[in-house]
């Protein structure tokens, strides 16, 4: 079992910047890839980042692609996700996932373990 908890969320201004964390507990954090995805009210919950075991290889949704950027720290066993030029359209519940292997992944239904959340509002 991995628990996962998100921190870094908060109200920001367009065009600021926020520091996601999610802390993992219970397994080395090395053994999965790791995901963030977020949840807008009324929509889907979507992709947003993804990162392999190492730290080499990253992806990203369209939407974010220059602006964000997803890293890991497997000897504190925390990913981060450091958003930056934000829009009032990433406002959302962003969550953290993991997924037990070497790669990461686009789908919700690859992931095995997921954090609680945090709220990410951004004003115009």
């Known amino acids: 079992q991995v628990q996962l908890v998100e921190s870094g969320g908060g109200l920001v201004q367009a065009g600021g910047s926020l520091r996601l964390s999610c802390a993992a507990s219970?397994?080395?954090?090395?053994?999965?890839?790791m995901g963030w995805f977020r949840q807008a009210p009324e929509k889907e919950r979507e992709f947003v980042a993804s990162?392999?075991?190492?730290?080499?290889?990253?992806a990203y949704t369209d939407s974010v692609r220059g602006r964000f950027t997803i890293s890991r720290d497997n000897a504190k066993n925390r990913v981060f996700l450091q958003m930056n030029s934000l829009k009032p359209e990433d406002t959302a519940v962003y969550y953290c996932?993991?997924?037990?292997?070497?790669?990461?992944?686009?789908?919700?239904?690859?992931?095995?373990?997921w954090g609680q959340g945090t709220q990410v509002t951004v004003s115009s």
């Open positions: 990162i392999n075991w190492s730290g080499g290889t990253t």
């Open positions: 996932a993991a997924r037990l292997g070497l790669r990461g992944a686009a789908t919700q239904k690859e992931y095995d373990y």
């Open positions: 219970g397994r080395p954090l090395s053994r999965y890839a």
